[in-house]
């Protein structure tokens, strides 16, 4: 090899080197993957607990999460005490034009459900869904079926994500992580698109109601957010219940039941009694859409003293008012029947419905919703049944919206998600972060 062929092979070389490298630049993960990864992670929370996060297990993912945004880059990654995870992508545009782009949030919470085991998920992609019910195969009276999930048929052909029927599949709202760190990449690996500064919350225990808590919405400092939330593709929402929880507590007299005659004041029948009064068509199993519903869930009972939780949940504050009437008159009754019974009734908020305060920054929910046009996806916009962290956070001063995830059936060993849903929610969070830099630059 003469001189000058060494110099060309060496420049080859230092070349191909170098390609390897830049290909190799950032990591590259794909939407599934990450999802495939963080459900494999136990992050139940569990209700009641006076500390956040209230399951220690949430760090689990949080580390993860933390890990893998500062191997993006996004060197100011953190959680904190309370399990909160927080990051900034800094801006890549032009000190003049990122001054006039608000900074905005993007959210979702690592937590799942309490009501269904979150532990050794075994997810399971049903490639090319050929339609048809799904079955899951480790307990096969589980079945997903057409009847009760009509958009299947809209999803064949797609890659359908469920768990294997023993256990929750944690689509919600770990599809919400694997999309937002999903955006985090492609931002990182094209400049060519041009974002504002963007924070990072994953966030424990809004399965609980209490994600927003621990929240700190100064520090995190955008001025809007999106909580990445939502069920199928296409779902936004700026609306949620406005929720109180009862604790109803009936107290009766024990006593040895073989000399109890006289003595004795069992609290099982005025609490069976209670529980008879509550208005059927104001249930959950009777209602849908806009009608709200008075729910007891949990409860226990004995002779000395029954306690139930009840939730009150409406879309306006005046039906809420209504139900706790309710509730004080089912009182009134059971004391009517049982006049020896103590009945204490103590309801709390819980959170309360965000349009009230979204509607003074429409543009929000709006960006929204071009951002689905954008990314090809049918807007389908309605209210959350239910709270997000969303709620709490807007009146906290940090206004935001709740996103999709493609996924449904949450809380349950039904949950499923497919494939496209994501990728669609990835595109969907892309577009929406180009909107705030057109609309103010
Ligand atoms: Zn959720």
Redesign the pocket.
């Known amino acids: 090899m003469n001189l000058t062929r060494r110099y060309i092979v060496f420049l080859a070389l230092l070349f191909s080197v170098y390609y390897s490298f830049a290909q190799s630049a950032g990591p590259k993960k794909t939407v599934v993957e990450r999802f495939l990864k963080y459900v494999k992670i136990d992050t139940q929370s569990k209700d009641d607990m006076d500390s956040i996060p209230s399951t220690r297990k949430q760090f689990d993912l949080a580390k993860v999460l933390v890990e893998e945004l500062k191997e993006l880059g996004l060197g100011d990654a953190r959680v904190d005490d309370h399990c909160y995870v927080y990051a900034t992508l800094a801006t890549n545009l032009p000190a003049s034009v990122a001054a006039k782009v608000p900074v905005i949030g993007l959210i979702s ?1 690592m937590d799942t459900s309490p009501e269904v085991s979150g532990a050794n998920v075994n997810a399971i992609i049903h490639y090319s869904y050929a339609g048809g019910d799904i079955r899951l195969p480790n307990d096969t009276t589980q079945v997903i079926t057409v009847a009760k999930n009509p958009r299947l048929k809209d999803n064949i052909g797609s890659d359908i994500i469920t768990a294997d029927g023993t256990s929750l599949l944690g689509a ?2 770990k599809a919400g992580c694997s999309e937002i760190m999903t955006v985090l990449q492609t931002l990182i690996n094209d400049p060519s698109i041009k974002h504002g500064t963007i924070k990072i919350a994953f966030t424990p225990d ?2 609980v109601g209490t994600g927003a808590h621990g929240f700190e919405v100064k520090g995190f400092g955008a001025q809007y957010a999106y909580t990445i ?1 939502g069920g199928q593709t296409g779902e936004i929402s700026n609306e949620t219940w406005n929720a109180d929880e009862a604790k109803i507590t009936l107290k009766g007299k024990n006593t040895h039941p073989g000399t109890a005659k006289g003595i004795m004041n069992n609290s099982l029948y005025p609490m069976a009694y209670f529980l008879s009064l509550f208005p059927p068509n104001m249930k959950p199993e009777t209602t849908e859409k806009r009608v709200g519903f008075l729910h007891p869930y949990s409860g226990t009972v004995e002779v000395e003293e029954s306690k139930l939780k009840v939730l009150l949940r409406d879309f306006d504050i005046q039906g809420l008012e209504k139900q706790r009437k309710i509730l004080s008159d089912m009182k009134a009754k059971t004391l009517k029947k049982f006049p020896k019974a103590v009945i204490d009734i103590d309801i709390k908020e819980t959170y309360r419905n965000m349009k009230l305060e979204l509607d003074k920054v429409p543009f929000v929910t709006d960006y929204a919703i071009e951002a689905c046009k954008r990314a090809g996806v049918k807007v389908d916009f309605k209210p959350v049944r239910g709270g ?1 962290d969303g709620s709490q956070l807007t009146y906290n001063g940090l206004p935001c919206p709740n996103i999709f995830t493609g996924g449904e059936n ?1 809380h349950g060993k039904l949950e499923w998600i497919p494939v496209q849903g994501m990728e669609k929610g990835v595109k969907t969070i892309l577009s929406l972060i180009q909107i705030w830099v057109e609309k103010n630059s």
């Open positions: 919470h919600d709202d809004e399965e939330d997000t949450f």
